[in-house]
């Protein structure tokens, strides 16, 4: 059977190859000093095998690198656990200044309780693993920490009426969630808005987004989908989204009667 190369672990192994040409040694010589097979040499430098992290600091204390060889293997490490979306995503989020989100049917996954999260990865992701469900329930749930202690953009989220309505898993799961929105609007972490149902405006039935603003570039629009997202950076596009944000903005609740919404309504499932 032919394995496979990982990509992002492929880049890895070259490294890992230049740097034992550049010693002098064969795969027998490197594997007999990290104490493996050269068959697993050979696969980690081919990237059909992952590298261990102990494996890693072997190399680093046999090539002397002054830690490059260690942040190269971090580097692979992190992009190896999270998918290609995700990082595109988490990248430019960090870099904007101002990030508006809309979802018509869920709570924005950056504002997800871990319990909300599980729920949602679990219904939408049958034939993962649970292994792979909590991976991605810890992705999910650490993006907000992660971006507020990198810029502390200005954050808005805008939902439908429905989001906070629907329920979620059991009853204490929505009081959860909807008591943490609260205490995140409350405490100016982000301006959450609901557009009511009966709202005549309907311009956001396309599909959840972000809309990520920059101080040094024009906007794009990060357009969810189930497979992840796709980023539009087509002038024109924007603005269209740009226009659909503007009357969600303009027919949602104001801040104050959102957290009487929600409040009547975690009273409902308490």
């Given amino acids: 059977m ?50 261990r992290k102990d494996i890693a600091e072997q190399l680093e204390a046999v090539f002397a690198t002054s830690g490059a060889l260690l942040r190269q293997w971090a580097d692979a490490s992190k992009s190896a656990d999270h998918p290609d979306w995700h990082t595109d995503v988490v990248k430019a989020e960090e870099e904007a200044s101002e990030i508006h989100y809309f979802h018509p049917t869920l709570i924005p996954g950056i504002l997800q309780t871990e319990a909300y999260a599980r729920v949602i990865f679990r219904d939408g992701r049958p034939l993962d693993s649970p292994g792979e469900i909590d ?74 987004f972000q809309l990520l603003r920059f101080a040094d ?23 269209r989204f740009t226009a659909v944000l503007q009357e969600l903005l303009a027919w949602a609740l104001s801040p104050d009667l959102t957290i009487d919404l929600l409040r009547k309504v975690r009273s409902e499932y308490s």
């Fill in 217 to 239: 570039r024009p906007p794009i629009v990060y357009a969810d989908h189930a497979g992840g997202g796709a980023f539009i950076d087509d002038g024109e596009d924007v603005q």
């Fill in 2 to 51: 032919v394995e496979s190369s990982d990509p992002v672990w492929a880049r890895f192994g070259a490294e890992v190859r230049k740097y034992r040409r550049q010693a002098g040694m064969t795969l027998d010589d490197l594997a007999k000093r990290v104490r493996v097979s050269p068959q697993m040499v050979g696969a980690m430098e081919r990237g059909t095998r992952r590298t």
């Fill in 135 to 208: 991976r991605l329930t810890g992705l999910r749930v650490g993006r907000l920490a992660a971006l507020l202690d990198t810029n502390a953009p200005k954050l808005t989220a805008v939902v439908s009426e429905g989001v906070v309505r629907a329920p979620v898993g059991p009853r204490g799961l929505m009081c959860e969630q909807l008591e943490r929105i609260e205490s995140l609007a409350q405490d100016g972490i982000v301006r959450f808005l609901v557009v009511p149902s009966a709202a005549a405006y309907h311009g956001g039935a396309s599909g959840p």
